[in-house]
Structures are given as structure tokens and as C-alpha cells.
């Protein structure tokens, strides 16, 4: 990575705690927007408050943190200000008030310059539309950032074959947008983001506009990237079942709000409320969830010399072997018992999954 202007302070890498830290975001459009928070007007639901005072709440009084290195995934309905969040987290929209902590980066307090900055070095942003530049070859198109940072043309080209064999598209880059189909240039997107290696990737509706298979590929292939280069991930979708498969995390957000965040078992084993157990209604439970999960103590034996299964197992690839045991099974996660489960409790989960 180049040299900082020495007139622009170079961006730090995260202290210790969260790569991401947001507090009291709002995002109002509208007239007035700065003189709705703190009054009435800022507890009137989305409708209300356009109908009373020709404002959007797109984003209301958001709080998260996102871990070093963690996928974290917010999801929502069309309008839910999903979108609208995280181009706020990359000031690429004005937030209305609130904190946005990057890699140690005061979001809101940084200069035009100084966000210039973070952008290039710091935050790398895939969308849906791929935004390639079409009279560029795909070599040129990955290394733009690279070249924006002012690395000489051998060091980013060299750097942007070395990201193009990681997403799969060695020997395509000589190769222009057109000739690729949506699959690879998503690819080409993705790879232009990780060239300038940044801390954070923002992800919006990346893959909406793919065709359900390629979809299916690019998902497996951003947690196969995860896996290789330990980016912290923040991840747009409208796609519960993106977000499941995807997220460590999830923010299930409504008119602008988050109405719960958790892990992929925390949302489907204990929704927050019926809006979200409405979203999760169509999930298997016994897909998502694990024996930790559904391990008890109360009312169990002692642990004993019976069968032993990790507490990290699915429900569904547990069925077998519980049900073949002559008794509760016990569930141990790092050596530790987390407690037993018995062959009803997990037909339970099980015919959940096969109601209609």
C-alpha cells in the first residue's frame, strides 16, 4: 500500500474491541431533519412523521458493533433503510446525527481529505451494480484503486493478477467487462475492493441482480474469501437465506429501525417478536440450529458414560444418532457438558421444519 499524503493523517488500524462501532445513527430527509431528533416528532412512525412534517426516518437511532474480522449482516424489506445505513457508514450519505467509529476513524469528524483517505486505504465497497469501467481491461478495472493510491503501474498490476487468481478470473485480465458475464464481473467487483486491501468490506445487495445459481456460487465464494483473508464484513440483503448462510450476526431492521440482532440460531430459536418470527417462519429450524441450542440440564441424568456429541452439530445431522441412542445424549462443547438432548426434543425441531 502507497504513502499517505503527508498532509492527510494516515488512517490507524483498529484498537482494541470492535472494527465498527455505531451509536445513535439517524438518517431524516426531508426539510427539517435536523430539528426532528430529541422532539415528539422523532417517536411518529415512518408515516406519520412524512404526513406531519414532510420528512423520511430512512435510519432511526441505529446502535452496533461489528468485531475485527466478523461477518455481520443486516437485512430487511425494500425501504427498511437498510441501504441507506450502510452508505451512512461510509459517509457516502450525510447521517443526520450519530457516531460511526471505522478502524479507529471518526467517520463524521474527518475532512473531505481525510475521508478520501479512508475510502482508498481503509473500506472497500462492492454494489449491486457493478460500476466496472467499460474502456477498462479487467486488469485495469482491479487495480484502479491501486492506481487512484498512486502505485506505479508494475506493483498494481502485479498486485491485481494476484487478486484475480483469488476470485477465480486468472487469465481473464486482458479481458474487458463486456465479454464477462454478470457472474465475473460481480468477481471483477469484488476483486477491485480487496485489491487495495482495506480493513472493512461494505457489501450492498451485491448479488441481487444474479441469476439464483451464479447467486448461490458468489455466496460461496465470499465464505471462502472470509475464510482466506479474515476481512471484518458488513453484508446488505434482502435475502434471509443469504443472510443466514453469510452472517456470524444479523440486524433484522424495519422502517429504519433494528428490531433485533443476533446470531442466525438466536433469530430463528428466539425471535424478538412477531414481525420477526414472521421473516423466519419459512427457515428449517433444524438447518440453522445446533445442539447447544437445544441442550438441557434441568430434569437430565448425570453426565455419564452415554454418547457424547458436539454441541457445534445441526439439528438435522444429529437426528441419526440420537435416535439410535438408548437414552439422552450428551452435548459437549470444548470438553465442557453443555447439557443432554433426547430423541422428542429433537423430533420436535424436526417436524417443525415439515409443517407447512
Partial sequence: MTTADPETPAVTAAPDGPMISVRGLWKIFGPREHRIIGTPDAELSRAELREKTGCTAAVRDVDFEVAP???????GLSGSGKSTLVRCL??????????????????????????????????????QHFGLLPHRRVLDNVAYGLEIQGLGRDKRHARAREILSLVGLEGYDASYPAQLSGGMQQRVGLARALAVDPDVLL???????????????????VIRLHREVGKTLVFITHDLSEALKLGDRIAIMRDGAIVQTGTPEQLVGAPADDYV???????????????????????????????ELPGSMLVRDAVRPVL???????????????????RDTVLSVIAEGDQP
Avoid: H
Avoid at 474480522?69 to 437485512?75: A, D, I, N, Q, S
Fill in 277 to 307: 418470527a414472521d421473516f423466519t417462519s419459512e427457515i428449517v429450524k433444524g438447518n440453522v440450529l445446533t445442539l447447544s441450542w437445544l441442550a438441557r440440564r434441568d430434569g437430565a441424568p448425570d453426565a455419564g458414560d452415554g454418547p
Fill in 90 to 127: 461510509a459517509r457516502l450519505i450525510e447521517p443526520t446525527a450519530g457516531e460511526v467509529t471505522i478502524a479507529g476513524c471518526d467517520m463524521n469528524a474527518a475532512s473531505a481529505k481525510e475521508l478520501r483517505e479512508i475510502r482508498r486505504t481503509c473500506i472497500g465497497m462492492v454494489f
Fill in 69 to 75: 474480522g466478523e461477518v455481520f449482516v443486516v437485512m
Fill in 203 to 221: 457489501f450492498d445487495e451485491p448479488f441481487s441482480a444474479l441469476d439464483p445459481l451464479i447467486r448461490r456460487d458468489m455466496q460461496n465464494e
Fill in 324 to 342: 439410535e441412542s438408548a437414552g439422552p445424549v450428551r452435548v459437549v462443547t470444548d470438553g465442557e457438558l453443555d447439557g443432554f438432548v433426547d
